[in-house]
């Protein structure tokens, strides 16, 4: 039979197959659709759903950034490119010189936060509202901040920031000043 001549190409090509299906552990048409969800933000995200996504995204880069204390992991995760940066507290944009000046900011010990709030926008806006302690706090000789972080979202990554803080020194006449 002529065709038996075939059978070690296509045994090899069986073979071949399978070390590909193998290699591409884990499987992404099995579990990498939903890893690869969690794992990182979509810039092309379809607009089906996108509001639930980004309040979602918004408070889970809050989660990383203010609970966890990991600014890499946030970055990572939610502004993997483009970042333009409008906070007064950094003397240029983009994601490099933003990780490098939030890493010691947001991992010093002297450093708390309270009242946190997260929302988003259906024009494609996240905000954090908060209050935030420096050096221990108004109480013990730091300072005490009312912050609004405006995040822009593209798709579920965020691609722009702005902020607005404002010093809290208990002398405020109203009594229930900023909180
Ligand atoms: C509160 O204290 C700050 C800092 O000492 C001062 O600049 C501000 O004018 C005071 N505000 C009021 C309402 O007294």
């Known amino acids: 039979m002529r065709y038996a001549l075939l059978a070690p190409i296509f045994l090899s090509l069986v073979i071949a197959v399978q070390t590909s299906v193998i290699k591409a ?9 939903r890893s690869n969800r969690i794992a ?6 379809p607009k089906r759903g996108l509001l639930r996504k980004r309040e979602a995204a918004i408070a889970d880069y ?7 204390r990991d600014v890499q992991a946030a970055f990572d995760k939610y502004i993997p ?17 933003s990780i490098e000046v ?13 009242n946190l709030r997260t929302f988003a926008s259906g024009d494609g ?11 221990g706090g108004r109480e013990k000789g730091g300072e005490t901040y009312a912050v609004i972080d405006i995040f822009r979202f593209k798709g579920t990554c965020i ?20 909180f």
């Open 25 to 33: 552990w884990p499987w992404p048409w099995i579990v990498g659709a």
């Open 40 to 45: 990182v933000c979509d810039y092309n995200a």
């Open 62 to 68: 809050a989660r990383i950034i203010l609970e966890q």
């Open 81 to 97: 490119g483009e970042y333009i940066q409008h906070s007064s507290f950094f003397s240029r944009s983009g994601r490099e010189h």
């Open 102 to 114: 939030l890493i010691p900011f947001y991992t010093d010990p002297g450093l708390s936060w309270s």
């Open 125 to 135: 806006n996240g905000v954090f509202h908060y209050k935030l302690n420096t050096n």
């Open 159 to 178: 691609v722009e920031h702005w902020d607005a803080v404002q010093q809290i020194f208990g002398n405020e006449t109203n009594p229930i000043a900023f």
